[in-house]
């Protein structure tokens, strides 16, 4: 009796202990080591909006019976976008049918995109003979809503698509027709009725509306209101997700945080960073942006740190795919933001997937496929020092 | 469903009340601790009768608290009411016997009827078994009561991969005999099975207990076949025992109407498991492990795995085994629960590297018992569980008390 009696205070004390119980789990990890989290300052509704919207993009999974495909390349947002980051080539999507800007001429045969897995009982598609195609990773999704508020008119001022200034680097935007369900941003400019547009790998997508509800279409087989066509068919069905639902999923990218930068105060940082402007990496990828007006408080008139323009560049023959989207040409990319460019591991199974297709495997393998207007400093780069090769790649870890 | 239910609870509580003279009721004392072969398990429960009435009842509850956290994020206190099972058997005449298991999970937000299966017995090695079956395949599915257990809960690899508690209507054969130190038994049954769920499911993998969703599988089979279960069993009194398990067929609607909609696909399963108290010591192991291949078309997504296997290891050491706070046959064990599955055994198509979809998880343990019948656990878990990408895995842990009795 004496030895329960003192083991059961024992185990009492171990019970209240248990009040705290948070000291025995997991802890987080740090902020500016996730990509995923809401923006600061959103408001409780906007909060509430967030976490419908994180639910419909990680955890709805679709099925057959709640309308996948039957053609489709993934089940769910997060199977390409885990995390919130770069996705890998497991879903890599295949696009083809256009060369120029006179359109996709594969419409007809199931154009723009491969969705190259099926339900049990379908085939599905493979690209048709005689149609180019480019592959292209999932990008990160964070930050978005930032580069949504852009103005039309500070893309247009980095835009020198004659190269006035002579530095080899001209950029474009990719201008474009809206689709009807849209309606033009706020700031937006218009030219001979097409607006810019500045999402995907080519600058096609106008905004994130467009961006989700193509995604759920092309890439899921899901037919909403907003594009109600069926992949597979190519005949209007009911919608097979709701409007609220895709809003939903909008203001969750929306308002998705900006990566954080790590480890700026070391000094291979800061000379790498130095060593991105000196050789002219900063030219197309801007280290710095401002939002316009934006209904969303936390994303209204905000200096953020992307490392892109938004423009379209011409980056040589060996990143020329033979296929585009919109106005641009074939060997023309939209510059990637560079933010979080350090965590992509972190997302793509501990290893790097990069540029549109995922074909470099580091960081200095991609830059080393730069061609066209980074060809300048792509030499430049290779003309580094070791030493300051290492300091420019450990500032892009850093991002 | 709800309100036939809650009447026949009703009626069943009314004729209990009728007879409550105590003197008339007999608890059989099992120590369901320890017993035959997991076969047995069905039967090795504790029941109450009444006098010469041929039906005795009983069942078990399980309820908890816990407090877990993922990657720093936490739900927070929960009180959970797992499940209230009620046990039903009746000895119809001779060699004829009838048992049920009603579950109740969740406050009753979901109810099934786990088993309810009439046997008769030509001989020890030969008898039929038909109705609701518990398809034998590891031996959690067959022995999963609460009480015996030092776990809230239940081994993953046996219930988020095998699909425990899976029951079908069917029917089959089983028997035992024994020689001296040995015993052997042996199981067979026909029954319904499992669906396209589960390749098509919202758990996004692979996940044979989604066919437990369709309600209709009592009614109708999705393929139309028989999904064959069988299972062999050798005891020893000393080595322990070890069975060998297997369930398959073809789980696919592969034509409707008569019209073919797809070729014919099967899944297989196959499984190993083994218990034993070692003597002098006491340690009691239990553990089992399992493969499932499922044909899977090529042209659908790798996340739904063709191949999965995994298992879980329970050791449990009793460190005083004697009278407690007023309890004669009180024992107060620690345990240790390792489990570990691989949901998409494999590499990807387009990069050859390995698929995650994996998960693994240590669980210490305290338990008091202040019968056999009645438990008093206190667990930790630690837990990782890696995306289908095998990014950094989500880390778990987090403490769960509960309670699991007999009644």
């Keep these: 009796m004496l030895l329960e009696l003192k083991l059961f ?102 154009g723009p995109q491969i969705q190259n897995r099926a339900l049990p009982g379908y085939e599905p598609e493979t690209v048709p003979n005689g149609a180019t195609f480019s592959k292209f990773t999932p990008p990160a999704v964070t930050g978005l809503g930032f580069l949504q508020y852009v103005t039309d008119a500070d893309i247009m001022a980095m835009s020198d698509p004659n190269d006035d200034d002579g530095d080899g680097i001209s950029g474009v935007p990719n201008w474009g027709t809206l689709k009807e369900y849209l309606d033009p941003l706020d700031n937006a400019i218009a030219q001979d009725g097409k607006y810019i547009h500045r999402f995907g790998k080519k600058a096609a997508a106008y905004d994130l509306l467009q961006q989700t509800v193509d995604a759920y279409n092309q890439d899921i087989g899901i037919a909403s209101s907003f594009d109600p066509k069926d992949v597979y068919s190519g005949l209007t069905i009911d919608p097979e997700v709701s409007d609220k639902t895709i809003r939903d999923v909008v203001a969750y990218l929306n308002t998705l945080k900006a990566p954080i930068p790590r480890n700026q105060e070391a000094s291979q940082v800061q000379n790498g960073k130095s060593l991105f402007s000196r050789i002219n990496c900063a030219s197309c990828h801007r280290p710095e942006l401002v939002t316009g007006y934006s209904p969303i408080e936390a994303l209204s008139r905000k200096t953020f740190q992307p490392y892109t323009d938004l423009l379209l560049h011409d980056m040589g023959l060996g990143l020329d795919d033979g296929y585009t989207e919109g106005s641009a040409l074939t060997s023309e990319w939209r510059t990637p933001p560079l933010w979080g460019l350090g965590l992509s591991p972190t997302t793509q199974g501990g290893q790097y997937f990069l540029l549109h297709d995922g074909r470099a495997h580091s960081i200095e393998e991609a830059i080393l496929m730069h061609g066209g207007e980074a060809e300048n400093s792509k030499n430049q780069y290779q003309s580094l020092t070791q030493s300051e090769k290492n300091d420019l790649i450990k500032f892009l870890e850093s991002l | 469903m709800k309100h036939l239910i809650t009447k026949l609870l009703l009626l069943f509580a009314t004729a209990l009340q009728a007879q409550i003279d105590s003197t008339l009721i007999k608890r059989a004392q099992l120590d369901t601790t320890k017993q035959g072969l997991n076969m047995d398990a069905v039967y090795d429960r504790p029941f109450l009768s009444f006098g010469k009435v041929p039906v005795s009842v009983g069942g078990y509850v399980e309820a908890n608290w816990q407090h877990l956290g993922t990657d720093g994020v936490s739900e927070g206190h929960q009180f959970q009411m797992r499940r209230m099972t009620l046990f039903v058997s009746s000895s119809i005449g001779k060699k004829l016997k009838f048992l049920s298991e009603l579950e109740f999970e969740e406050g009753g937000k979901e109810i099934a009827i786990e088993f309810a299966s009439l046997d008769v017995e030509f001989h020890p090695l030969l008898n039929l078994r038909g109705g609701i079956i518990m398809n034998p395949i590891g031996a959690f599915n067959q022995n999963h009561d609460g009480p015996k257990w030092e776990f809230t809960d239940r081994p993953i690899p046996a219930t988020q991969m095998l699909p425990a508690t899976w029951s079908n209507a069917g029917f089959g054969l089983f028997g035992k005999t024994y020689r001296k130190d040995w015993m052997f038994g042996y199981e067979l049954y026909l029954s319904g099975g499992f669906d396209n769920s589960i390749i098509d499911n919202s758990e996004n993998k692979t996940f044979l207990p989604a066919a437990k969703e369709n309600g209709e599988r009592f009614e109708e089979s999705a393929s139309g076949t028989p999904l064959t279960t069988a299972k062999i069993a050798i005891r020893h009194n000393t080595f322990g025992e070890i069975g060998l398990s297997y369930m398959g067929g073809i789980y696919n609607t592969f034509e409707d109407d008569g019209i073919e909609l797809d070729k014919k696909r ?56 004697r009278k407690m706070l007023g309890w004669d046959n009180a024992t107060l064990n620690l345990a240790c629960r390792f489990e570990y599955v691989d949901w998409n055994v494999g590499t990807f198509n387009e990069t050859g590297d390995e698929i995650g979809d994996e998960i693994w998880s240590i669980m210490p343990a305290i338990s008091f018992r202040p019968s056999p019948q009645t438990v008093f656990r206190l667990n930790y878990r630690i837990q990782r569980q890696k995306d289908i990408l095998n990014n950094e895995p989500a880390r778990t842990g987090g403490f769960i008390f509960g309670i699991s009795s007999y009644f």
């Design chain 2, 266 to 321: 099967r899944v297989n399963v196959y499984a190993i498991d083994y218990n034993n108290t070692l003597p002098k010591l006491n340690t009691y192991l239990t553990g089992e492990w399992a493969w499932v291949q499922v044909d899977i078309p090529n042209t659908y997504t790798q996340q739904y795995g063709s191949k999965q296997h995994g298992g879980f290891l329970d050791i449990v050491q009793p460190v005083l085994d």
């Design chain 1, 9 to 110: 205070p024992k185990i009492l004390v171990l019970g209240l202990l248990l009040g705290s119980c948070d000291k025995y789990e997991p802890v987080a990890p740090l902020e500016e080591e996730l990509l995923d989290g809401p923006l600061g300052g959103l408001t409780s509704a906007q909060n509430a909006q967030f976490l419908a919207g994180d639910i419909a993009f990680n955890d709805d999974v679709f099925t057959s019976r709640s309308g996948l495909g039957p053609l489709f390349v993934a089940t769910n947002c997060a199977s390409c976008h885990a995390g919130d980051g770069k996705g890998t080539p497991f879903t890599t999507l295949t696009r083809f049918g256009q060369t120029d800007a006179t359109g996709n001429q594969f419409l007809h045969l199931g």
